[in-house]
């Protein structure tokens, strides 16, 4: 007589018998620091002038946070509006994800600090590196944790304090970048889809376009290497546009043809903020109007992960994204990596 060997172990999953759930959104907030630096003030820094910034990116003016405010300080702001907004308790958050290029330290990671500063007592934590995409990235990432039915709650952060690793003699990247951050709470909320899909994607052949050489084990802090001034970034300019108008429109068309969309059919498109003539580029090749494209850049220039992120959020306040509209977030960034996502609001 045979007898059925026992398991070596049980899969936790197949209680829940492998069916997914919706994600979604269930607030949003986001936090800029209150100093704003214009292109006049950076006149006076590098050779540059209002005009040039305007015509070739758009931006008029970006925010600096304050000497003793961090990139854990803007991200905890962000995130205790959203939270304010899902009308939850820090308690009740099981995982924190930040995405971010400028955390407070190497280590311990921003999310682990941030969920201290919140009182997230319950949460796990851990930082996400995927540059400008990092907020597409950690969005995905989440979802996956409310979809196998393994957290409730998700808070999801894109933080920078790009100040501190622009070189502020550098006039071709000076101007681009500022301070900022935004935050989401994910949940399951019944009767929505939330999250349709996200794209993700990277190609590290490109690593060279834009990179910040020092500072990690390649190349550890000495006297040498910042007196060469390696803990700055660094950007190609051209090939950087390039590259992000194509990945952009690739990674939009791919997400609305996997939920099998129409670009007519969204209501507001928000794509990552790094240079109005970018984002002009990329509505134009998706065949978006003006009108569905959601701008910002103006205001507080490249703030990477956070991008997304606050423009979402000031896209919600004024309105112009309502509960069950359809919307397409498309950001590009460092690695290369870039990513899309079809949300319904
Ligand atoms: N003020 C005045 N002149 C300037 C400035 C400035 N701030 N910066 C550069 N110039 C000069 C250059 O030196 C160059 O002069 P030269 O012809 O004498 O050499 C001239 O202006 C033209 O420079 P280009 O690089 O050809 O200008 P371009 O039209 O490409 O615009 C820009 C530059 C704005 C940087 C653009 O290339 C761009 O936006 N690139 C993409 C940036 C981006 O999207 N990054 C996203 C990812 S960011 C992340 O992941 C952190």
């Not at 009182?119 to 540059?131: H, I, K, P, Q, W």
């Not at 109005?276 to 134009?284: K, S």
């Not at 109007?289 to 992120?309: D, I, L, R």
Request: glycine share 8%; charged share 20%; net charge neutral.
């Amino acid at each position: 007589m045979t007898t059925t060997p026992k398991p070596k172990f049980k899969n936790p999953r197949a209680k829940f018998n492998y069916q997914g759930r919706p994600c979604s959104i269930s607030g949003v907030g986001s936090y800029v620091p209150e100093r704003i630096l214009s292109n006049a003030e950076l006149e006076k820094l590098v050779e540059t002038s209002d005009e040039w910034i305007t015509t070739r990116t758009g931006i008029k003016e970006r925010r600096l946070a304050a000497p003793g405010e961090f990139t854990s300080d803007l991200g905890a702001k962000a995130a205790l509006k959203a939270i304010q907004r899902a009308g939850i308790k820090p308690e009740q958050i099981d995982l924190i994800i930040v995405a971010t290029i400028t955390p407070d330290m190497p280590f311990p990671s921003t999310a682990a600090l941030i969920q201290a500063k919140i009182g997230a007592t319950r949460a796990a934590a851990f930082d996400l590196e995927a540059a400008c995409s990092g907020f597409i990235y950690a969005l995905e990432i989440g979802q996956q944790f409310i979809m196998s039915r393994t957290y409730e709650t998700v808070l999801v952060i894109g933080a920078e304090k790009l100040s501190s690793i622009v070189d502020w003699e550098d006039r071709n990247t000076c101007v681009l970048f500022g301070d900022g951050a935004g935050a989401v709470v994910l949940q399951n909320r019944p009767n929505t889809h939330g999250l349709l899909t996200a794209v993700m994607g990277a190609d590290g052949t490109k690593a060279d376009l834009l990179f910040m050489a020092g500072g990690g084990s390649r190349c550890p802090a000495t006297t040498e290497s910042v007196a060469s001034r390696m803990h700055y970034l660094r950007m190609e300019g051209k090939e950087t546009f390039k590259n992000a108008v194509q990945a952009m429109q690739t990674a939009a068309e791919e997400a609305l043809r996997r939920c099998e969309l129409d670009i007519t059919r969204i209501k507001r498109i928000i794509p990552h903020q790094a240079n109005r003539r970018i984002i002009d580029a990329v509505g134009d090749r998706l065949g978006a109007k003006p009108e569905q494209m959601f701008v910002n850049v103006h205001k507080y220039g490249n703030t990477s992960a956070a991008s997304v992120a606050i423009a979402l959020d000031e896209a919600v306040e004024s309105g112009s994204i309502q509960r069950g509209d359809l919307i397409l977030l498309v950001v590009f960034g460092a690695g290369l990596t870039w990513g899309a996502a079809v949300i319904e609001w």
